[in-house]
């Protein structure tokens, strides 16, 4: 069975800076690119960036790129999502979720919250 | 960046009847697009890919169809369990991949 768990998220000041981390299990980690997808409270779901299977090809939104940075760890079967400079904007519960030109699988889901 | 602009906003149907979604990409995607269902307080599940493939698992209920620019998802007698919300995505050009603003399913 796919599961993808993530954890780190919490409430940050803005400004200042949070690290991501998804646990992938029940499939071959490194086979696959991964992606982080957010939503704001309430709101609609907005992709954040994307890693190949082997960290050869990254992408980011615009409204991250600069501040975040995607990485994964294939020995660990962990994907990470460091997050710098935050805003009350990236509040929003961030999925980590498989890639196979769409997404086939989801976490659960943390909450990331910027606010003083 | 390829928009989508998905219809309707919300929806209220009664159970057993057929229900339709409609997503409008800015340009032709060639049927490069999936469709999720997201429950109250869970993660989006993904129902349809390539347009109009049900993912395993799926209730054969559920169905995608359409090209170029113009794509539905049809729901037929809908149970109490397809309350949700639902959210078209397409992925033939990315990045950035870019989801529709979602529809909220509910029952009359």
């Known amino acids: 069975e796919v599961q993808l768990v993530e954890s780190g998220g919490g409430l940050v000041q803005p400004g200042r800076s949070l690290k991501l981390s998804c646990v992938a299990s029940?499939?071959?980690?490194?086979?696959?690119?991964m992606n982080w997808i957010r939503q704001a409270p309430g709101k609609g779901l907005e992709w954040v960036a994307y890693i190949s299977s082997g960290s050869s090809y990254i992408y980011y939104a615009e409204t991250v790129k600069g501040r975040f940075t995607i990485s994964r760890d294939n020995a660990k079967n962990t994907l990470y999502l460091q997050m710098t400079s935050l805003r009350s904007e990236d509040t929003a519960l961030y999925y980590c979720a498989r890639h196979i030109n769409y997404v086939d699988y989801w976490g659960q889901g943390v909450m990331v919250t910027v606010s003083s | 960046d390829i928009q989508m602009t998905q219809s309707p906003a919300s929806l209220s149907a009664s159970l057993g009847e057929t229900v339709t979604i409609e997503c409008r990409a800015s340009e032709d995607i060639y049927n490069g697009l999936a469709w999720y269902q997201q429950k109250p307080g869970k993660s989006p599940q993904l129902l349809i890919y390539n347009a109009n493939s049900l993912h395993t698992g799926v209730p054969s209920r559920f169905s995608g169809s359409g090209s170029g620019t113009q794509y539905s998802l049809k729901i037929n007698s809908l149970q109490s369990e397809d309350v949700a919300s639902y959210f078209c995505q397409q992925y033939y050009d990315y990045p950035p991949y870019t989801f529709g603003a979602g529809t909220k399913l509910e029952l009359k």
């Open positions: 029940g499939f071959t980690f490194s086979n696959y690119g």
